[in-house]
């Protein structure tokens, strides 16, 4: 192989490619796909070159009835396709016709992943260039109930399962995946998937979906991301009574058996994979979730979307509203519905940004922040029984039961909702909101839908349509007394894919809460005068590859400041930097 591998292309080997300066963000490009302009011919490698039968059952390489005459010929494929040839736009086209007679998400769904499973580049042609309409099917609202119905819909494995069975052999588990070189891991034991709850095994339907978003949305190539599912049993009664659920028929592992597996799991991936890999936790339950980010954010490259994504989306959202409500940051008092991952994570991000602008302690800018769990308002006589992750935010108060009386009492100008329980911003609290608000912010965060905490034609019609609003999943336009309006959608999809390209690009080590402002702060800054003219505190999803650039950039700057990146020299233009890193799902010629 390596003889057939030394073919000299401009006088210089493809084994002979320098990785440092091959584009992709530092993954060794060993057969020269990527260092390639679109018009020059790459050869379509697996363990030997792909061709005839094997070739059409390659996604990374299929390209289905779009194989050329030549390439028919050149590569054993004569009779196996109908003559017809065909183009990747007249494909996509057909595709997307298809799609559409679907009436059911979960059928659109599933005919996605099938497509991902057979032309890996002509699903993110898909999925690019029809975002906005096709998110909601491969992300959340759709993947949630793709989860709950996963082993009845389960056809082909798309990532790494490791259980209780593989203890003290998750090196070799890792070593069983195909690709040598990974950029992004992300890692879910599906405790806490979305607003639904322990889905076990499961889950693995999320870190599927994320990485899916990686690469359509944020560039990273598809080859060097890696979705995995730590199934350490569920609680769910109903799953383990389920014929057709894939994972462990055990009740959860818990304490030190838990926490052995996951540190081995951590150590194992460092070893395999390095210092770089970006290793992203998803739907963890909240003791694991605060646990896990403390243990390893000092030693590994590792974030929390659920904690810091969503909490870098939301103060994006939140600065770009000052736009619409006025004041500074400083000046808005926020309460939350909901003290977990998500209300604590945007809580911190929010007191440490107004920190970062005032100069004054995050202690103290706390006290701008109220939240309200289960028990009600989150006061200093609760502290004792209080988690220690919700002791930062009890602040001196009169005990507080309701939402509505904590509305009353608080007066606040932003009302977040993170509590994963739908219907929770009852008409009586947007009206109390709106009586001290001209312009209420309305985030009703949980997801999916189902569990939203109210809906867009419900916070315009309570307010009167002067709320500003938006929402975890997608609401449709509504109008009212003659106004349409277009809700916001407050998705991570617009943080998480450009801060890993960023953290990519830059070979950053360690993730640091101020690289997390920085791409708080790029996502703002897209935010145009025509979007906020439509009320919009977000940029279209129609612009998220420019949109994640900018925050990669920005992220990237930071880590240079921060000293934690390894990338030297820094590129001049790290914008420019960040879209010459970015895969194209464009078909290739092969030679």
């Given amino acids: 192989m390596e003889s057939a591998l030394k073919e000299?292309?401009?006088?210089?080997?493809?084994?002979?490619?320098?990785?440092?300066?091959?584009?992709?963000?530092?993954?060794?490009?060993?057969?020269?796909?990527?260092?390639?302009?679109?018009?020059?011919?790459v050869t379509p490698w697996t363990f030997s070159v792909a061709s005839g039968y094997s070739l059409l059952r390659d996604p990374q390489y299929n390209k289905g009835l779009a194989f050329t005459e030549k390439e028919r010929d050149a590569h054993y494929l004569r009779g196996l396709l109908p003559p017809a040839t065909s183009t990747q736009q007249l494909q996509e086209k057909k595709l997307m016709h298809n799609i559409r007679q679907y009436q059911v998400p979960l059928q659109k769904y599933m005919a996605l992943t099938e497509l991902q499973e057979r032309n890996e580049r002509l699903f993110y042609k898909l999925l690019i260039d029809n975002v906005e309409e096709l998110l909601p099917i491969v992300y959340t609202p759709t993947v949630g109930e793709a989860c709950q119905k996963y082993g009845s819909i389960f056809r082909r494995p798309q990532g790494l399962y490791i259980s209780l069975k593989e203890k003290g052999r998750i090196l070799e588990v890792l070593k069983n995946w195909p690709e040598r070189t990974i950029q992004v891991i992300v890692v879910t034991d599906g405790e806490r998937i979305l607003g639904l709850g322990d889905l076990g095994c499961q889950g693995m339907g999320i870190p599927v979906g994320k990485l899916a978003l990686y690469t359509a949305l944020g560039g990273v190539r598809p080859s060097a991301c890696l979705p995995i599912t730590i199934d350490v049993g569920t609680n769910?009664?109903?799953?383990?009574?389920?014929?057709?659920?894939?994972?462990?028929?055990?009740?959860?592992?818990?304490?030190?058996?838990?926490?052995?597996?996951?540190?081995?799991?951590?150590g194992a991936v460092k070893q395999n994979y390095g210092e770089k890999v970006v290793v992203q936790f998803e739907d963890f339950a909240n003791h694991n979730a605060f646990e896990l980010l403390a243990k390893y954010r000092n030693t590994h490259l590792v974030f929390n979307d659920d904690i810091q994504g969503t909490a870098a989306v939301v103060l994006a959202g939140v600065v770009a509203a000052l736009k619409l409500i006025g004041g500074t940051l400083s000046e808005h008092k926020f309460l939350f519905l909901g003290a977990g991952e998500a209300g604590t994570g945007i809580a911190e991000l929010i007191a440490l940004e107004i920190s970062?602008?005032?100069?004054?302690?995050?202690?103290?800018?706390?006290?701008?922040?109220?939240?309200?769990?289960?028990?009600?308002?989150?006061?200093?006589?609760?502290?004792?029984?209080?988690?220690?992750?919700?002791?930062?935010?009890?602040?001196?108060?009169?005990?507080?039961?309701?939402?509505?009386?904590?509305?009353?009492?608080?007066?606040?100008?932003?009302?977040?909702?993170?509590?994963?329980?739908?219907k929770t911003f009852t008409k009586e609290v947007i009206e109390a909101l709106a009586s001290f608000n001209e312009k209420p912010l309305i985030l009703a965060l949980s997801n999916p839908t189902s569990q939203s905490e109210c809906t867009a034609e419900e916070a315009y019609t309570w307010t009167k349509g002067r709320a500003i609003f938006a929402s975890g999943s997608p609401f449709d336009p509504f109008e009212y007394d003659g106004k349409v309006y277009i809700p916001g959608q407050s998705n991570n999809a617009y943080i998480f894919p450009g801060f890993g390209l960023g953290l990519v690009i830059s070979g950053a080590i360690r993730?640091?809460?101020?690289?997390?402002?920085?791409?708080?702060?790029?996502?703002?800054?897209?935010?145009s005068k025509e979007n906020f003219d439509k009320g919009l505190i977000y940029p279209p999803f129609s612009k998220i590859r420019k949109i994640s650039a900018e925050i990669a950039a920005n992220v990237a700057a930071k880590a240079y400041e921060l000293g934690v990146a390894t990338r030297l020299p820094r590129p001049e233009n790290l914008v420019k930097y960040a879209e010459s890193c970015m895969y194209s799902p464009l078909y290739r010629s092969y030679r």
Avoid: C
């Fill in 8 to 41: 000299v292309r401009d006088g210089v080997s493809v084994l002979d490619l320098d990785p440092t300066s091959a584009v992709g963000g530092g993954v060794e490009d060993v057969y020269g796909e990527d260092a390639a302009t679109e018009d020059q011919l």
């Fill in 236 to 266: 769910n009664e109903q799953l383990l009574k389920d014929e057709f659920y894939i994972g462990l028929r055990q009740k959860r592992a818990t304490g030190k058996e838990y926490a052995e597996l996951l540190h081995e799991f951590m």
């Fill in 356 to 422: 970062k602008k005032t100069n004054v302690p995050v202690e103290e800018t706390r006290k701008k922040i109220w939240l309200v769990d289960s028990k009600g308002l989150i006061v200093s006589s609760r502290k004792e029984s209080l988690q220690n992750f919700k002791k930062p935010w009890a602040h001196e108060h009169e005990p507080v039961k309701d939402l509505i009386d904590a509305v009353k009492a608080i007066k606040p100008t932003v009302l977040i909702g993170t509590s994963g329980i739908g």
């Fill in 511 to 527: 993730v640091h809460d101020d690289m997390l402002l920085a791409a708080s702060e790029a996502l703002a800054g897209q935010v």
